[in-house]
Structure formats: structure tokens, C-alpha cells
């Protein structure tokens, strides 16, 4: 089982990147999934999670109304639209697979994990 994450990079502020998770081994179509982001020096936060239908989402209030958590069931592929990127959004992002159908902000509900994609902001 694999979540591959890709799509990180740098931009500028006021930028935008979408990052893609593609699941491999297993399907993810009944369970929730999630990203989450470590910057150097501390934990890594919750960003946003989506239900295993992909009709509710739950957003970390730093990033609410930029950034939009998606799904492509068919795909097993989840997403993450980031828009009007900051400099304090700089960190490397992780996919993640929840336990059944726990969509939201709790890491140990995570047991699959992605290897995570850089995502820099510059000023």
C-alpha cells in the first residue's frame, strides 16, 4: 500500500499549487483521507481532511477559504488546491489515509502516510 504525493514546488506569494495524492495497492473509497504539513522546527499541523464520499470537508483555520481538499474516487487520487499561498504556508505536505471513516484533524487517526512533497513560498 502507497500514497505517492506530488505537485509541491516554489512559487511566490499570492501563488497557487495543486498538490495530488495517488493511492496504489488498496483502494482508499471508503475512508477518509487527509494532508497535513510539517515546517522545519515544528509538529506537524492538520490542514484538511474529506470524508470517504468526499461531501464534507474540514479545513485548519490558517488555510480556510484558500486552500480546497478534493477527491477522485474512481481515481483513488485525493487532492489539494492551494491559492493565495503565504510565506508561513512553506513546509512539506503529507497525504494521509484515516482509519475507516475519521475525517478529521487528529493524526492518530492516520495510518497510511504519504512521503510528503515540499511546498516554498519565497516573499
Known amino acids: 500500500v502507497q500514497l505517492q504525493a506530488s505537485g509541491g514546488g516554489l512559487v511566490q506569494a499570492g501563488g497557487s499549487l495543486r498538490l495530488s495524492c495517488a493511492a496504489s495497492?488498496?483502494?482508499?473509497?471508503?475512508?477518509?483521507m487527509g494532508w497535513f504539513r510539517q515546517a522545519p522546527g515544528k509538529e506537524r499541523e492538520f490542514v484538511a481532511a474529506?470524508?470517504?464520499?468526499?461531501?464534507?470537508?474540514y479545513y485548519a483555520d490558517p488555510v480556510k477559504g484558500r486552500f480546497t481538499i478534493s477527491r477522485d474516487i474512481a481515481k483513488n487520487t485525493l487532492y489539494l488546491q492551494m491559492n493565495s499561498l503565504k510565506p508561513e504556508d512553506t513546509a512539506v505536505y503529507y497525504c494521509?489515509?484515516?482509519?475507516?471513516?475519521?475525517?478529521?484533524?487528529?493524526?492518530?487517526?492516520?495510518?497510511?502516510w504519504g512521503q510528503g512533497t515540499q511546498v516554498t513560498v519565497s516573499s
Open positions: 495497492g488498496r483502494t482508499f473509497s471508503n475512508n477518509g
Open positions: 474529506i470524508s470517504w464520499r468526499g461531501n464534507s470537508t
Open positions: 494521509a489515509a484515516a482509519r475507516k471513516s475519521y475525517s478529521g484533524s487528529y493524526y492518530g487517526q492516520y495510518n497510511y
